[in-house]
């Protein structure tokens, strides 16, 4: 390739091309059961064509099949040959998905190796970790074995649901995926039930992955229960945590009392929003009881308040607990870090819905676990793209060069289409400079 001087060089390790060869490695470990002399497309060759078909944006895997016909992708994609959609289904449902989790910790550890974790490093101490969970597929047709079941309008209905750990910062824009569990039938019948076995199983793959990571889990009011709170003491981890007054009266009972003896730490402040300026005040109490159920298990208390300017009164309203001493802390820092917890729903799900990734549609469903393995790689592709957005100039001159993701994509579609590159440093080179690197090929 010759990088044009107009446009910084790929990032080493943390460029496209740099994480799917990363990614190529860790798919090469997959087992593959079929007699391999009779393959026409090998396991990381067919994993690789899937995570392509997400990073183009294709919106189903019957597109993404026609689209290939046009699309140049083996070589940037690092792909000898792409299978059809009925042999992409049929080769992935069923294979041992331990492998793509480990995937996200690789792309973590390329991360540390640059030195690009510190975007995230919150009060010079804590990743903050928000977790939650989400649909991906819903239908009263199709099913598979890892199918949840409910009853809805008369009719029964099979669906998926996967809980996700991110990666997030006040400050940081780009939001970093780290683990991703599948919610499966066994693991109860109401939505709380659900998630929490889920949770549960998510937190100890966390914890394995990163053993010395000084974790700040962040979730909303459903988590602030005991079991749960001993599951995150468990592995280690810190928490701040969601508490509603209706469903933790017991503990907003204390805090009144609290501040009657005035035992309550409080912080006003003035906080520029636009033109305007916004009142707030963080109360903190200390050394609570969660619940009746749980005298013993004490816990710190943080509530933010913003105030209306004309009124006066309370517009908005948050609180928290935490086994976190925040007695000497800015407490409008922690309350923004527990706002934060909201990036996971808008910057991670929301995204992954309605920005080209099509979380929701289903690209082919199995009878096994075809689910599962497309939405981790739906995943993995948010975080390499995530990843160069954060870290990556080359492809952030691109991004500038057309000014919305969208236009990105559609700009890399066209590019593949009709021109012919060795790599993405190339592709992404001549989309920032709108010069091609190579003539269209001929034929």
């Known amino acids: 390739m010759t990088q044009s001087p107009s446009v910084p060089r790929p990032r080493r390790g943390l460029s496209a091309d740099s994480l799917l060869a990363t990614l190529r490695r860790r798919f090469e470990s997959v087992a593959d059961s079929r007699r391999q002399a009779s393959c026409d497309y090998s396991m990381a060759d067919t994993l690789m064509s899937a995570l392509a078909m997400f990073l183009t944006k294709s919106p189903s895997m019957l597109a993404f099949e026609d689209q ?44 540390q190796r640059g030195r690009e974790l510190k975007q995230w490093l919150f009060d010079d101490q804590y ?5 939650d969970g989400s649909g991906q ?12 079941v409910r009853v809805k309008g008369g009719k029964q209905q099979y669906y998926h649901q996967v809980v996700a750990a991110v990666l997030v910062h006040p400050l940081t824009r780009q939001v970093i995926p780290m683990a991703v569990e599948p919610i499966l039938r066994g693991d109860g019948q109401n939505k709380n039930d659900c998630e929490r076995n889920a949770t549960s199983r998510l937190l100890k793959r966390l914890r394995k992955q990163h053993p010395k990571l000084k974790m700040l889990i962040l979730e909303d009011g459903l988590a602030s229960n005991g079991p749960h709170i001993a599951d995150l003491q468990s592995h ?32 006003s402040l003035e906080v ?7 009142t707030t005040e963080n109360h903190y109490v200390a050394d609570l009881s969660l619940n009746k159920s749980h005298r013993d298990l004490r816990i710190n208390f943080l509530q933010h308040y913003e105030f209306d300017d004309n009124s006066g009164e309370v517009a908005k309203r948050f609180s928290w607990v935490t086994d976190l001493d925040l007695s000497k802390n800015s407490l409008d820092l922690y309350q923004r870090a527990g ?32 689910a599962t393995v497309l939405v981790l790689l739906t995943f993995l592709a948010f975080l390499v ?47 920032a400079t709108g010069r091609l690197t190579k003539p269209p090929p001929v034929g």
């Not at 810190?238 to 912080?267: I, S, T």
């Not at 012919?420 to 992404?428: I, K, N, P, V």
Request: glycine share 6%.
């Open 236 to 267: 280690n981890m810190h928490f701040l945590l969601g508490a509603k007054p209706g469903d933790h009266q017991y503990l907003f009972e204390q805090v009144v009392e609290a501040m009657g003896r005035d035992d309550c730490r409080c912080e």
């Open 127 to 131: 990743y903050l970790i928000a977790i």
């Open 339 to 370: 706002r934060c917890r909201w990036r996971v729903e808008n910057e991670t799900f929301n995204t992954l819905k309605n920005q080209g990734y099509h979380l929701e549609h289903n690209y082919g469903h199995g009878s096994k676990n075809l």
């Open 137 to 148: 597929f819903c239908s009263d047709k199709v099913s598979c074995q890892q199918c949840m």
């Open 68 to 111: 290939t016909q046009d699309l140049r992708i083996e070589k940037p994609f690092q792909i000898q040959g792409v299978p059809s959609d009925t042999q992409m289904r049929t080769i992935l449902d069923g294979i041992d998905v331990e492998p793509l989790n480990e995937a996200f910790a690789d792309l973590f550890w390329e991360l």
């Open 385 to 431: 793209d995530q990843i160069q957005e954060a870290c990556c100039g080359l492809f952030n001159a691109a991004m500038k060069r057309v000014r919305r993701r969208v236009r990105l994509w559609e700009s890399l579609r066209s590019h593949l289409r009709h021109f012919e590159f060795a790599s993405f440093a190339d592709l992404y080179t001549a989309i």
């Open 272 to 278: 520029a929003n636009g033109k305007k300026k916004i």
